[in-house]
């Protein structure tokens, strides 16, 4: 049977391609549909792949990781314009049958020269997945969502390699970055596979109601790096599909 990484690879590349056998991954009489600017049950999947391929759009896969039922992907997308994006399916029974994601324009080199999507992708350390997994979600609860950015350094690495395109490598631009008009207000969800783990959260930046997708990378049970993709949440009165972003 093929792996949870290999079914999303098979999935996503039927964007590209406009294979209608990538649609076969997915159980769409149980498919639920997290971006709420897709529809549900107006088109099947083969139909909007067929669709899709005649735009010439390409997928780049950079990450992809597996959790129990979940399996994660950090991809590069053009569809007319560069786009970084995290990609979240959970499967039953070797069938996608849940999908969130988030999805931002490429920008960068950040002031330190990092792009969105480089550096290293190599998976290590799988008996640390539960650790990291925990260490991420402390962070989340007890620094970003309650703003106690004095604990910083409980956390991350004081030469944090950063990837977000606004600001630069450190600890002290992660702080001043933060402070500035950024808020979590919730945590939704954390995946994990070995050194590197992906929170999904809600809350605001400059008043707008917004999605924060982060993939830390650790080390020695610290986070050394950080990747994002952050997306406004549409209004309610805009969804397309009533199953809410998270």
């Avoid at 597996?66 to 950090?74: I, L, P, R, S, T």
């Avoid at 950024?182 to 707008?208: K, P, T």
């Avoid at 650790?218 to 309610?236: F, K, N, Q, Y």
């Amino acid at each position: 049977m093929d792996s949870k990484k290999d079914l999303l690879r098979k999935l996503l590349r039927g964007i590209e391609t406009g294979d209608p056998e990538a649609a076969s991954v997915v159980n769409e009489d149980r498919y639920v549909q997290h971006n709420p600017q897709t529809r549900e049950g107006s088109e099947g999947l083969a139909a909007l792949f067929a669709r899709l391929a005649q735009t010439n759009p390409r997928v780049r896969f950079v990450r992809v990781f597996e959790d129990g039922d979940f399996a994660f992907a950090h991809n590069e997308y053009d569809f007319a314009s560069l786009r970084a994006a995290f990609e979240v399916f959970r499967f039953e029974d070797g069938k996608a049958v849940e999908h969130w994601d988030n999805i931002q324009p490429l920008r960068g080199p950040n002031p330190s020269g990092r792009a969105m999507l480089d550096g290293p992708t190599e998976i290590t350390d799988p008996t640390l997945t539960e650790p990291n997994r925990a260490h991420v979600r402390d962070y989340v609860e007890q620094v970003l969502i309650p703003g106690r950015l004095d604990r910083l350094g409980d956390f991350v690495a004081d030469d944090l390699i950063q990837h977000n395109p606004d600001t630069a490598d450190g600890i002290a631009a992660l702080r001043r970055y933060l402070g500035e008009d950024l808020g979590y207000d919730r945590l939704h969800r954390v995946l994990a596979e070995g050194n590197f783990v992906l929170s999904l959260c809600e809350g605001q930046r400059r008043g707008v109601h917004t999605s924060f997708y982060d993939l830390y990378r650790l080390s020695d049970g610290r986070i050394v790096e950080h990747w994002d993709t952050i997306e406004p949440i549409a209004p309610r009165d805009e969804w397309l599909n009533d199953n809410g972003k998270f």
